[in-house]
């Protein structure tokens, strides 16, 4: 079983910054798939960025030169640093870990707004 925890979502300003983390615990002791996910209201869940364990990044168009996604795998964490914030993140924001199968946190709000 594998336990995976978002934490670091709250309210900030437009332009402002936020560093989501989070961490996987469990009987797995490494992913191939480490990243994060936002679903904001009415509309579906999309990719935001996501971390091979070769280190191969993926990221959203909207997010490209904002947002850096990062893991410790020593530590089973992905680190998703948040950059010129605008009202169009709010969302709430999840967390994916993955080897054959996916792991999902149970996501954390963040909330763009002056």
């Known amino acids: 079983q594998v336990h995976v925890v978002e934490s670091g979502g709250g309210l900030v300003q437009p332009g402002g910054s936020l560093r989501l983390s989070c961490q996987a615990s469990g009987s797995i002791f490494s992913f191939y798939v480490m990243g994060w996910y936002r679903q904001a209201p009415g509309k579906q869940r999309e990719l935001v960025a996501r971390?091979?364990?070769?280190?191969?990044?993926t990221y959203a168009d909207s997010v490209k030169g904002r947002f850096t996604v990062s893991r410790d795998d020593a530590k089973n964490m992905v680190n998703l640093q948040m950059n010129s914030l605008k009202p169009e993140d709010t969302a709430v924001y999840y967390c994916?870990?993955?080897?054959?199968?996916?792991?999902w946190g149970q996501g954390t709000q963040v909330t763009v707004s002056s």
């Open positions: 994916l870990v993955a080897t054959t199968e996916n792991y």
């Open positions: 971390i091979l364990t070769n280190g191969h990044t």
